[in-house]
């Protein structure tokens, strides 16, 4: 079945300059690409710091998944598992700085693994990080708007004793949750870098007011009950086993870290800006989520009430025993709610730039389409469209199981590691046969960024490996782990698409490749 391929530009495709002078915009590298249309440059520093932020919303994202750390692990487990992701997620952002600075396009990883891979394996390594990268950033989106749904059906259920939690009612809040976010993207969309820069604000300023309330409200424990406390709820017989297993969480709460990336094209400057978002982001975000996993641990109460609330989320009948108030603990919860919501339109924005970079060069059945940039907003609207559609029927999954929905928590982990590692073991495997790229502006030295990149492909494969092991054991269809499922399921069906169509493919064309 043949598809059409994304209308190029008559201007002949040559390799930019990108190594002298002064830096290229966004656009300018995309057309030196020979792409015909262009996305609006909006964004700078504080607008991209505020997006990347608002995507990853770390100390949100630790209250939101905090039971994986308790059940595998308990309080000590949680404190060095947060700092063991918090380290593997710096390196991470490290080398994706590194890369963008060389690289800077919205296509992010696949591009990259274009530029430095093989002649022999270039297009299938190419198309294959494409296809997972698109399936990671789908997945993030479907599982940011489910918990959108199902943490205000747990506010209802702290305020209303009697609602009763239906399954299909918080697929129903997914879709509203995914909507508001496609309305941001399109109607409001010039007022996005606005709402970055307004929501990293609250971003900080709800850390404090949570922070301060909870610590001087909530019950104190002894700093043997957080630092010397671990708990082994999943089954597990062995602890290291427990504590890889209860990763899941922190590394949940950092993801996204690539989001700004995908910007590239919408920025400025984006072979500088780009790589400081990112290191700022994640160290920012760093120290906020462990502020307020430290402060969480120390005091949130009875930790078997809170893992049994009846609200579904621990981290809200923490609040309740900090703060002796429901009406306080609702109040915060949805500060919560402001910032996750906010968090589904960042992620939309660049889940749709991923969709819409891979399509551009064919990747993705209809591209078309989807990789068409709407005449007058100058916006994705297929991929944004797309990607909505793609959330609603996977948001379907919840009506049969909640269970196999979480699955997709550790689908995105699954996915967007493998985009990682091909991008990062290429560069690698690059400067350890002395044929890698020069640096771009932003670098932090040959021999440091080497052992860097090695450092993360360990931490890559160790998360990677453990995202498919289940949270609780013995396996049964309620605890299994089906991201197994999903993640192979889903490369099988890109290899099919890659041997039926791949020759459709149009490989990224070079900005640092001279073959």
């Not at 504080?46 to 309080?75: A, H, N, R």
């Not at 390594?125 to 599982?143: C, E, K, N, R």
């Not at 297993?245 to 780009?274: C, Q, W």
């Amino acid at each position: 079945m043949a598809f059409n391929t994304y209308e190029l530009s008559s201007v002949e495709r040559k390799t930019p300059n990108l190594g002298e002078g002064e830096e290229p915009r966004g656009g300018e590298i995309a057309t030196q690409l020979g792409y015909t249309q262009q996305l609006e440059e909006k964004f700078g520093l504080v607008s991209m710091i505020g997006f990347s932020c608002t995507i990853m919303i770390t100390w949100e994202g630790i209250l939101f998944v905090y039971q994986y750390g308790m059940y595998d692990g308990g309080p000590l487990g949680s404190i060095i598992g947060y700092l063991f992701c918090w380290i593997g997620y710096t390196l991470v952002a490290l080398c994706l700085a590194e890369l963008n600075s060389i690289f800077p396009t919205a296509g992010g990883q696949y591009h990259w693994t274009s530029e430095l891979a093989p002649r022999s394996v270039r297009r299938p390594l190419s198309y294959m990080t494409g296809w997972l990268l698109v399936l990671g950033w789908q997945a993030d989106l479907a599982s940011a708007a489910y918990l959108g749904g199902v943490i205000i059906q747990g506010v209802a259920a702290l305020n209303y004793p009697e609602y009763q939690v239906e399954r299909w009612q918080g697929t129903l809040i997914l879709y509203a949750v995914v909507l508001f976010a496609f309305f941001f993207n399109t109607v409001l969309a010039r007022l996005l870098p606005f709402a970055e820069g307004t929501i990293l604000a609250i971003h900080i300023l709800g850390w404090f007011a949570i922070l301060i309330s909870i610590i001087v409200m909530g019950p104190h424990h002894s700093n043997e009950e957080v630092w010397g406390m671990w708990l082994n709820l999943g089954g597990y017989s062995q602890s290291g086993v427990s504590f890889f297993v209860g990763l899941i969480g922190p590394v949940f709460a950092f993801m996204g870290a690539d989001g700004a990336t995908h910007m590239s094209e919408e920025v400025a400057k984006p072979r500088t800006t780009i790589p400081w978002a990112l290191i700022t982001s994640i160290t920012l975000n760093g120290f906020l989520g462990f502020g307020m996993l430290i402060a969480l641990l120390y005091c949130q109460g009875d930790i078997m009430q809170n893992l049994g609330s009846k609200t579904g989320f621990p981290f809200i009948e923490a609040f309740l025993q900090s703060l002796h108030s429901l009406p306080w603990a609702t109040a915060y919860t949805s500060i919560l709610l402001v910032l996750l919501v906010f968090a589904n339109v960042a992620v939309l924005a660049a889940t749709s730039r991923t969709t819409y970079a891979f399509a551009r060069d064919n990747g993705l059945p209809f591209s078309s389409y989807i990789g068409h940039l709407h005449e007058r907003t100058n916006l994705p609207l297929w991929a944004l469209g797309l990607s909505v559609v793609v959330t609603m029927l996977l948001g379907l999954i919840n009506i049969g199981s909640s269970t196999a929905f979480n699955a997709v928590i550790s689908l995105v982990v699954a996915s967007f590691y493998s985009s990682y590692f091909n991008a990062i073991a290429l560069l690698t495997w690059r400067k350890l046969t002395g044929t890698a790229p020069a640096p771009g502006p932003w670098t932090i030295g040959t021999t440091p960024s080497l052992v860097v990149n090695i450092l993360t492909l360990i931490y890559v494969v160790i998360v990677f490996i453990f995202s498919f092991f289940p949270l609780v054991i013995p396996v049964n269809l309620t605890s299994m782990n089906w991201a197994v499922v999903l993640y192979f399921g889903v490369v099988f069906i890109g290899i099919m698409f890659y041997l039926v169509r791949g020759d459709n493919f149009v490989e990224p064309k070079p900005i640092y490749r001279k073959d």
